[in-house]
Structure formats: structure tokens, C-alpha cells
């Protein structure tokens, strides 16, 4: 091997490149043969190169406030066409049950009726919100858009490690990495068929508009965003650009008599649909917190009279919270009458005492969870936590155990990765994007493959140190039978989102009184300017607090 792969040793995780016996991977010859042909002067000047050009785009995140570039390894993460058929197929069986879940907890409840799960089990979840019991959607759908973080066991089992049906955040990534990976490695690209991530906003865009309310032909979609300070507001312009809608806050909306307008040069203009990145509890200071300077007040009203469709639905995030997950795969077979395609991880539910009597014995060992945590905030890793922190971790989880889950601790598979002039093993997780249009379930061929940069570390959040990875999903041999299960056609490969367009985006942090493009104010709609550099606080303070839904991908 060439030298950046010398003293490569994957370890006890598995390993995505390399096998037990040190062979590579057939998925992976054709990046390692780019990778060993270079030397550790051009992987290091790719990898210089990489960060610059996000740097100069605009590609983003914030730690602390603290605006910094969004970390791209330049080695990718490779899934064999079969292997992805499978993963594919789970994503879309798991949204259909989290989708029919919804449906049900808020109408008719026969899950609980019927003894799949525990009534207290709903109402005693932070994100299950009476508001919308009984609100029906246009054409059925609350998840619009899902993320499902999965991860591979050392046996090289795939594992479903969370839902994600609030505000999924990260496909952003997706793009941009891909537009930046053909430029880095083309002759990887050249190598091998690798299929395309280019019609992700198009795809959500049309079920954008298959979810407007009965008999509008031409509807309206607009991006809510908290505002320029939220971590992810890079994603939401770069998905209002792409997909050709305005980009809009709270205060650029208006509810009327069930129905929602923005305000533009024109005049009032109806909006029929809302792809909104604002948490529940910021949405509508009518319903929810009084004091949210970042939502519209009445739109939870509108949304009950079925004058706006909301994507994805208020309440969701029953569906997120980790204990729902433990039940997950007794909702698909219950709704769907099958076997989960994808396993989730063995999970320990603290509020049965019998559980809860072994994970206090076992606390050292195990890795707990705040059921409603996101971000990796909250969580224990025992294994790695002091006694000090493991005698806290007790009395929080004895004074409430329903806020707690526990799981063994998984040693998440491995790819290389450029750590100095030498490739090491890190820890990765896959978190790939589903588009229900009501009809169908796309999977984005691929997702967001994250990764833990620090030696050892398993949490990959970005906010944790993490960084990304491009992810290539291999086409099926040319000889091979391809199953259509996508009734629409697959779009023309292309660079998903080029970085020269990235460039065009607003600076991360302009000032918070510019106003969206396309969108204008009446005379004394607005505070004075005064008012407006007092409040400037408290704004700049919500719009970060939407760390879940709009932040990096928790």
C-alpha cells in the first residue's frame, strides 16, 4: 500500500473499506486504487482545497456562535447497489409505520386501544400535542420529509439508531458534498456509476405541492426559516434557491379568517404550503410558547381549517421520541402486517422495573439516553464516564426513569480517513433522507454519512467534533435486472448543487433586519428601529435554540 495507508488498522469495528483478512472491499477498489496512487502531499492539498472552497461558499456551521467551516473528509463512504436496495426498503417500510403511527395517536388511538403500546406512553411524551388532535393533512401525510440515523454493528448487521420525523436537518450536505467530491476525486467518479443526488429539492418540491389543500391547482410553497442566526440557515436558502420558492420568517407571514398570506411588493399573496424549520414550540405563540419572536401567530388555527399544509405536521415528534423507537418494529407489524426490514438496536426501557433494576446495576457498561435529547446532548456513555457522573447519571434516571432509555455501546463501523498525511479509522453513521409524496417514498440514493473525527470518539455530531463524508450509492451491474419500485423517472446524473451557486447564497450571518428576497413590509408593520436593536437579543437567542430541527444533524 501506498504510505498513507501504512499502519492502516480498522480494530475491532467494522471496518467499510477493508475486511477482516485486510482485502479490500469490491465497492471500494476503485477509491482505493485514487487513493494509493496519490501521495500524502496531494491528499493533503485536496483536503486544503476542500475546506477552502466551503469556506469561500458559505458552507457552515455554528458551535457556541462561533461560524466555522463544516468539516468534508475527502475519502468517501461507498454502499454496494445491493446493500442499498435493503437499506432503501427499511427507510421506506419504517416512515410508512412512523406515517400510519401519527395517524393514529391522533384520531383514533387503536394502537393504544389494541395494547401495541401504553396510553401513558403518548400523553406523557414532551412533543405529543393536543393542539392538532383530530387536524387531518390534505392527502394523509405528517412526514414529509424523514432522516433515519442507522448504524452498522461490528458483525456488520445494519441497525436503526433513531427517527427523525420533527425537522430532519443535514441534506444540505448531501449536495454540497457531492458537488465538491466530483471536482476532488474524478477519477473515482469516472471509475464506477455512482447515482446521483441532483433531484432531491425537486422531489421534496413536488410533494411540497401534492400536500396543499383541496382545490388549489397552483399552490404557494414557501421556506420558514427561524432566521439568519439559526446553525442551519445555510440549508434552509440553499433549499429555498433550489427548489425556486421564497425563503421567509414568521414576521413575513400573516394568518386571515384560517388562511395564511405573505407580504410582498404586490400586496398580500396566499401561501398554500409551509416546508417550515421552526420547532413545535416556536410555531405559533398562540398555541405554544407565548413569548416565540419566530413563529405565526394563528397558524395552528389555519392549519386545524385546513387553509395551510404544514410540513412536516405539528407533533411529529411523538414519533422521535426514544421510546416510541423501542417500539417501532411492533408498529410495523401491526400497521404494515411485516418483519422490520431494519433491526433496531437492543434497548433497555427504564420505566419497566426490571430494566431498570439491571441498567443501575450495569450503568457502567451501557450508553444512556435522554429520551427527547438531541444533538448527542445528554447522553452517557459509561464505558467512559466517572464515577462522579455515573452516581448523577443514577439519581436522575431513578427520580425519571421515562426520560431515559439505555442501549450496549456499539462500536460503530469504520472508514478511513485523512487525519494528518495518514488515513485512520473513524466512526461513522448514515443518515439517509426519505420524500413521502403521499403516494410514494423516495429515498435519496445515499444521505448524510457523518463522522467522528477525534480517535476513538462514537459520537458523530458535528456539534461533538464531527465532520462528513460524500456517499456513494453504486448503481446495479449493467447486466443485472434493476426492480422499479419508483414509478417516476430517475433525473439526469448531475453535480448536485455547484459550489460556484453556493457562492451566490447571502453571507451566514447578514444583518437580522434584512428582509427575504421577494418579500417586503408594509409601512408600520414593524417595530421602530429602536425596538428593533433591543430585541435583537432575544431573537438571535430563539433562532439558535432550534438546534434540533434546524441545527446540524442531531
Not at 473528509?73 to 446493500?83: C, K, Y
Not at 461490528?154 to 433513531?162: A, I, K, S
Not at 420558492?245 to 413575513?252: C, N, W
Request: hydrophobic share 40%; charged share 25%; aromatic share 6%.
Amino acid at each position: 500500500m501506498a504510505d498513507v495507508f501504512s499502519n492502516y488498522h480498522p480494530g475491532v469495528a467494522f471496518d467499510e473499506m477493508v475486511d477482516a483478512a485486510g482485502t479490500i472491499r469490491p465497492s471500494y477498489k476503485a477509491v482505493h486504487t485514487s487513493l494509493q496512487a496519490a501521495t500524502a502531499d496531494e491528499l493533503r492539498g485536496i483536503a486544503e482545497s476542500l475546506a477552502s472552497s466551503y469556506t469561500q461558499a458559505g458552507v457552515t456551521f455554528d458551535v457556541g456562535g462561533v461560524e466555522r467551516p463544516f468539516p468534508l473528509d475527502l475519502v468517501p463512504r461507498v454502499i454496494a447497489a445491493a446493500e442499498w436496495e435493503t437499506i432503501e426498503s427499511g427507510v421506506a417500510q419504517r416512515v410508512r409505520a412512523l406515517e400510519a403511527f401519527l395517524a393514529d395517536v391522533y384520531s383514533d388511538g387503536r394502537v393504544i386501544a389494541d395494547g401495541v403500546i401504553p396510553r401513558q406512553l403518548i400523553s406523557s411524551s414532551t412533543h405529543y400535542h393536543r393542539a392538532v388532535w383530530g387536524a387531518q393533512p390534505a392527502n394523509g401525510v405528517r412526514v414529509h420529509v424523514a432522516g433515519v440515523d442507522l448504524i452498522r454493528t461490528p458483525e456488520g448487521d445494519v441497525r436503526v439508531l433513531e427517527d427523525n420525523v420533527r425537522v430532519p436537518s443535514g441534506v444540505s450536505y448531501v449536495m454540497t458534498n457531492r458537488s465538491a467530491m466530483v471536482n476532488a476525486l474524478p477519477d473515482a467518479f469516472s471509475n464506477q456509476r455512482i447515482r446521483s443526488v441532483g433531484g432531491y429539492s425537486q422531489r421534496l418540491l413536488t410533494a411540497l405541492r401534492k400536500a396543499a389543500p383541496p382545490g388549489v391547482d397552483d399552490p404557494t410553497v414557501v421556506v420558514l426559516t427561524p432566521g439568519v442566526y439559526n446553525s442551519a440557515y445555510f440549508e434552509h436558502s440553499l433549499l429555498a434557491r433550489t427548489m425556486g420558492v421564497e425563503l421567509v420568517e414568521g414576521r413575513d407571514l400573516e394568518c386571515r379568517r384560517g388562511r395564511v398570506f405573505m407580504r410582498t411588493t404586490a400586496g398580500l399573496r396566499r401561501v398554500d404550503v409551509i416546508y417550515r424549520r421552526i420547532d413545535d414550540e416556536f410555531i405559533d405563540p398562540v398555541h405554544f410558547r407565548s413569548d416565540s419572536m419566530l413563529g405565526v401567530p394563528g397558524l395552528v388555527n389555519a392549519v386545524r381549517c385546513g387553509g395551510v399544509a404544514l410540513a412536516n405536521a405539528i407533533g411529529n415528534g411523538v414519533a422521535d421520541d426514544k421510546l416510541v423507537y423501542t417500539y417501532v418494529p411492533d408498529l410495523i407489524r401491526y400497521y404494515l402486517h411485516a418483519e422490520p426490514i431494519i433491526a433496531n438496536i437492543d434497548t433497555w426501557r427504564l420505566e419497566e422495573p426490571e430494566a431498570l433494576e439491571e441498567v443501575l446495576d450495569r450503568l457502567h457498561e451501557l450508553v444512556v439516553k435522554p429520551v427527547d435529547g438531541s444533538g448527542g446532548k445528554g447522553i452517557v456513555i459509561g464505558p467512559r464516564a466517572s464515577l462522579s457522573e455515573l452516581e448523577a447519571l443514577r439519581r436522575r434516571v431513578i427520580q425519571d426513569p421515562r426520560g431515559w432509555i439505555a442501549q450496549p455501546l456499539v462500536q460503530l463501523s469504520t472508514v478511513p480517513t485523512l487525519i494528518d498525511d495518514k488515513l485512520a479509522p473513524r466512526h461513522v453513521d448514515l443518515r439517509p433522507f426519505a420524500v413521502n409524496n403521499g403516494e410514494d417514498i423516495w429515498v435519496l440514493p445515499g444521505g448524510l454519512t457523518r463522522v467522528a473525527l477525534p480517535e476513538g470518539e462514537l459520537v458523530v455530531n458535528s456539534s461533538q467534533g464531527g465532520g462528513s463524508k460524500d456517499t456513494w450509492v453504486l448503481s446495479p451491474p449493467l447486466n443485472r435486472p434493476i426492480t422499479i419500485t419508483d414509478p417516476e423517472p430517475e433525473p439526469e446524473p448531475e453535480p448536485a448543487v455547484p459550489l460556484q451557486d453556493v457562492q451566490d447564497q447571502p453571507p451566514p450571518r447578514p444583518r437580522p433586519t434584512a428582509v427575504p428576497l421577494g418579500v417586503s413590509r408594509p409601512l408600520g408593520s414593524r417595530p421602530q428601529a429602536v425596538r428593533v436593536m433591543s430585541d435583537r437579543g432575544s431573537r438571535r437567542e430563539q433562532q439558535e435554540q432550534q438546534q434540533q430541527s434546524g441545527g446540524l444533524p442531531c
